[in-house]
T-cell receptor
Framework: TQLLEQSPQFLSIQEGENLTVYCNSSSVFSSLQWYRQEPGEGPVLLVTVVTGGEVKKLKRLTFQFGDARKDSSLHITAAQPGDTGLYLCAGLYNQGGKLIFGQGTELSVKP | AAGVIQSPRHLIKEKRETATLKCYPIPRHDTVYWYQQGPGQDPQFLISFYEKMQSDKGSIPDRFSAQQFSDYHSELNMSSLELGDSALYFC???????????FGEGSRLTVL
């Protein structure tokens, strides 16, 4: 059973398009994190959202935490080939506890 | 800035052999995590240590064990290796207060 459901699992778009990745759970998290992973490398932290309803922006990336702290979304504006990679959401139940990952979204941005 | 160091980066073993992976966390990070990532899968939590004591346990097989030493480095010991153990093994460290994890580059284990 996947505690964190990520969708879509695969996404192939053209350069300049917008996209949204969703991360959903029936559980409440103390925080939720988004990572990006390149093949053969470790995940790299993009952002952490903590407060319900919180919105964080990182250049063309916008992250939102649901009001109930059970879901999150990642929106990329005007995608570029350099955005290609695996995007993982991960939820933390409590401080010091384990981080649970979603299945990931494999994004391919074609020039 | 110093990052999480993992060694070896690549390891090839035969079935039923043993393997040891090492992890050196970022200085002053008090928590270490081990994750296993199979091809096309998300990282699966194995085990974590806080201040050298095991803090949480995930889907770690009984054939695997881990510990954190006085200098905060950690080792993952894997015995009676099976083909299904072939995966990327990541170590991550955290300063604890934020829950944010910083991952190493991983150790790729191939069991033949």
């Amino acid at each position: 059973t996947q505690l964190l459901e990520q969708s879509p699992q695969f996404l192939s778009i053209q350069e300049g398009e917008n996209l949204t990745v969703y991360c959903n759970s029936s559980s409440v998290f103390s925080s939720l994190q988004w990572y990006r992973q390149e093949p053969g490398e470790g995940p790299v932290l993009l952002v952490t959202v903590v407060t319900g309803g919180e919105v964080k922006k990182l250049k063309r990336l916008t992250f939102q935490f649901g009001d109930a702290r059970k879901d999150s979304s990642l929106h990329i504006t005007a995608a570029q080939p350099g955005d290609t990679g695996l995007y993982l959401c991960a939820g933390l139940y409590n401080q010091g506890g384990k981080l649970i990952f979603g299945q990931g979204t494999e994004l391919s941005v074609k020039p | 800035a110093a990052g999480v160091i993992q060694s070896p980066r690549h390891l090839i073993k035969e079935k039923r052999e043993t393997a040891t992976l090492k992890c050196y966390p970022i200085p002053r990070h008090d928590t270490v995590y081990w994750y296993q990532q199979g091809p096309g899968q998300d990282p699966q939590f194995l085990i974590s240590f806080y201040e050298k004591m095991q803090s949480d346990k995930g889907s770690i097989p009984d054939r695997f064990s881990a510990q954190q030493f006085s200098d905060y480095h950690s080792e993952l010991n894997m015995s009676s290796l099976e083909l299904g153990d072939s995966a990327l093994y990541f170590c991550a460290s955290s300063p604890g207060s934020t829950g944010e994890l910083f991952f190493g580059e991983g150790s790729r284990l191939t069991v033949l």
